[in-house]
């Protein structure tokens, strides 16, 4: 029998692939307020309700006896935080992670997953690796180290329901266009070229990311669903263990797109915590799980320059600052 899995944040760029993915692997309901998301990321086969994750009701609306819990619902970037966005950028998180770990293991879930971020490495020395100690640079990596935090303690008064969440690196691929100006640079690039605009790079263009296809993603995730395993309360990193420059994904994309853009460098505008560099250590979800990248860089943004929907591209943050 498949699986009943409940996915928060459906309709957001990881969820909607995820559940389009696996829609045939498992029985999934899609939870989603749409603050961000977009239904029309979904396939229509897939049950989507329409709810908040931070509302006990509406979680009941989706159903119960769910055999695992996806917890990708949150507020979920750094700039989403600052001004107007600091209280309801926690409230969101903070609230829906509660919310929904709870409701999880009252429905009998067995596995509750859920999204933490590489942000909270911050400028750490590299490779990344779970075992580090990190400092989160910023409100949004903040929020995630609460989840982490929280899961632990939670796993150790309710060892019942296993508990995973996931470090993603710079997840890029189809499905962003709702986030605009929140999307991957990757995307945010494509969106710019694709109408002849040159993107906007802060600094020398020489930071560098480890660029995860969310097909990879996708795959990390499935894995630790789909284990047999009993393995508690763990945390790995999702990426490539590879990584490139900004100049590196402006060059493939204009390559993809046979154009030659020049992009605008400005003075970075972010006065603290920015991140450098960032390529992960994938070897304890290779070890514990099999997880292997397959999306190289170069099919990735090939195959996303040839998929654009113009009429759902947004303002992207280049659109703000040329
Ligand atoms: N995209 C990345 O590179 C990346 C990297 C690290 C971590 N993450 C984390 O992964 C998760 C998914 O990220 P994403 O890139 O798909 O972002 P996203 O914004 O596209 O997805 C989040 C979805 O949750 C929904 N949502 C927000 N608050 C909600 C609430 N209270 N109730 C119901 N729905 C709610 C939004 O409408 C959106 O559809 C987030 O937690 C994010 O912090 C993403």
Same mark, same amino acid.
């Given at each position: 029998?498949?699986?009943?899995?409940?996915?928060?944040?459906?309709?957001?760029?990881?969820?909607?692939?995820?559940?389009?993915?696996?829609?045939?692997?498992?029985?999934?309901v $899609?939870?989603?307020? /749409?603050?961000?998301?977009?239904?029309e990321?979904?396939d229509?086969?897939?049950?989507f309700?329409k709810g908040?994750?931070?509302?006990?009701?509406?979680? @009941?609306?989706c159903?119960?006896?769910f055999? $695992?819990?996806?917890?990708?619902?949150? @507020?979920?970037?750094?700039?989403?935080f600052?001004?107007?966005g =600091?209280v309801n950028g926690y409230?969101?998180?903070?609230?829906?992670?509660?919310?929904? /770990?709870? =409701?999880a293991?009252?429905?009998?879930a067995?596995?509750?997953?859920?999204?933490?971020?590489?942000s909270?490495?911050?400028?750490?020395?590299?490779?990344?690796i779970?075992?580090?100690v990190?400092?989160?640079p910023?409100?949004?990596?903040?929020?995630?180290?609460?989840?982490?935090?929280?899961?632990?303690?939670?796993y150790?008064v309710?060892?019942?329901?296993?508990?995973?969440?996931?470090?993603?690196?710079?997840?890029?691929?189809?499905?962003?266009?709702?986030k605009?100006?929140?999307?991957?640079?990757?995307?945010?690039?494509?969106?710019?070229?694709?109408?002849?605009?040159?993107?906007?790079?802060?600094?020398?263009?020489?930071?560098?990311?480890?660029?995860?296809?969310v097909?990879d993603?996708?795959q990390?995730? @499935?894995l630790a669903?789909?284990?047999?395993?009993?393995?508690?309360?763990?945390?790995?990193?999702?990426?490539?263990?590879?990584?490139?420059s900004?100049n590196?994904?402006?060059?493939?994309?204009?390559?993809?797109?046979? &154009?030659s853009?020049?992009?605008?460098?400005?003075?970075?505008?972010?006065?603290?915590?920015?991140?450098?560099?960032?390529?992960?250590?994938?070897?304890r979800?290779?070890?514990?799980?099999?997880?292997?990248?397959?999306i190289?860089? &170069?099919?990735?943004?090939?195959?996303?320059?040839?998929?654009?929907?113009?009429?759902?591209?947004?303002?992207?943050?280049?659109?703000?600052?040329r």
């Amino acid at each position: 029998m498949k699986k009943k899995v409940l996915v928060t944040g459906g309709a957001g760029f990881i969820g909607s692939n995820f559940c389009n993915i696996n829609q045939n692997k498992f029985d999934i309901v $899609a939870l989603d307020n /749409l603050f961000l998301g977009d239904k029309e990321n979904l396939d229509p086969s897939i049950t989507f309700v329409k709810g908040d994750a931070c509302q006990r009701e509406d979680l @009941t609306r989706c159903g119960d006896e769910f055999d $695992a819990v996806l917890h990708l619902a949150g @507020t979920s970037s750094a700039p989403m935080f600052n001004d107007d966005g =600091f209280v309801n950028g926690y409230v969101n998180s903070i609230k829906s992670f509660v919310q929904v /770990l709870e =409701f999880a293991r009252k429905s009998g879930a067995k596995k509750f997953l859920y999204a933490s971020t590489s942000s909270l490495y911050g400028n750490n020395p590299m490779p990344l690796i779970e075992t580090q100690v990190v400092n989160p640079p910023n409100h949004y990596a903040v929020t995630k180290i609460c989840y982490e935090h929280c899961a632990e303690c939670y796993y150790r008064v309710y060892p019942e329901m296993d508990i995973t969440g996931f470090r993603f690196m710079s997840v890029y691929g189809p499905n962003e266009e709702a986030k605009g100006q929140f999307a991957n640079m990757i995307s945010q690039f494509i969106w710019d070229m694709v109408r002849d605009l040159p993107p906007v790079i802060y600094g020398t263009g020489e930071q560098f990311r480890d660029f995860t296809n969310v097909r990879d993603v996708v795959q990390g995730i @499935t894995l630790a669903l789909e284990s047999e395993k009993k393995w508690g309360n763990k945390v790995y990193n999702i990426g490539t263990g590879k990584s490139s420059s900004f100049n590196d994904i402006l060059q493939e994309i204009n390559t993809a797109l046979g &154009k030659s853009i020049e992009p605008i460098y400005i003075k970075n505008p972010v006065k603290e915590g920015y991140v450098k560099g960032q390529h992960a250590d994938i070897t304890r979800i290779s070890r514990d799980l099999g997880y292997i990248p397959k999306i190289t860089l &170069k099919a990735g943004i090939y195959e996303q320059t040839q998929n654009i929907n113009r009429n759902k591209i947004r303002e992207t943050s280049s659109d703000y600052l040329r």
